[in-house]
């Protein structure tokens, strides 16, 4: 009897030291909660700081939500990581179109984390299934809803708080946490 493998998602933004590794960190955080072991969230930069731990103030973020920011790496997205994906959940949509430029047949599988966030509620998906065949049959259903629920870049990026003041640092968390809970409690409802 083989184990399934987990349901694979990567979070993308800049320097993959802000926006994407609060992302991964809460979403893994999430899952892991409704679903242990049945989800890996993992993250890269599209011009990454590579090396680098997760920024202070970030970190701060995600210790104070209850999550980890051990062994927490950045690296550069390839198109080697992203072949690697499930779901690639982006910062912005210029992370998105990013994501679509280095792997094309990744269009239909790469959402931004408001997006998503907005769809998922309108998505049902059969009961039943294990946690990871809901995720992937969840996919073509968000990409059909996502005409139905168009927005302008404002509603679907998430502002980029490195070097910046506190006030947007506190924008970034008020634009993720949402999001990152709306995601992992659609996970909640339907295992």
């Not at 998602?9 to 409704?34: F, H, K, W, Y």
């Not at 989800?39 to 210790?63: D, Q, Y």
């Not at 990409?143 to 924008?171: C, I, K, L, W």
């Amino acid at each position: 009897m083989t184990a399934t493998p987990p349901f694979r998602i990567l979070t993308v933004c800049t320097g993959n030291i802000c926006r994407s590794p609060m992302a991964e960190r809460l979403l893994q955080l999430g899952l892991d909660q409704q679903s242990p072991g049945s989800f890996a969230v993992s993250s890269a930069g599209t011009g990454a700081l590579v090396g680098l731990g997760i920024e202070p103030h970030v970190a701060g973020f995600i210790r104070v939500m209850g999550g980890s920011t051990e062994n927490f790496v950045s690296r550069q997205l390839t198109p080697a990581i992203l072949a690697e994906q499930d779901l690639v959940i982006s910062l912005t949509r210029a992370h998105r179109s990013k994501i679509v430029e280095l792997r094309p047949a990744l269009l239909k599988k790469t959402f931004t984390l408001r997006e998503l966030a907005r769809i998922l509620p309108a998505i049902d998906v059969p009961l039943g299934l294990s946690p990871e065949a809901r995720w992937e049959a969840m996919i073509p259903l968000a990409m059909r809803a996502r005409s139905m629920y168009r927005s302008a870049p404002e509603d679907d990026d998430v502002v980029d708080p490195y070097r910046r003041s506190d006030e947007v640092y506190e924008q970034m968390r008020r634009d993720i946490v949402p999001a990152t809970n709306a995601i992992s409690g659609w996970t909640k409802y339907r295992i």
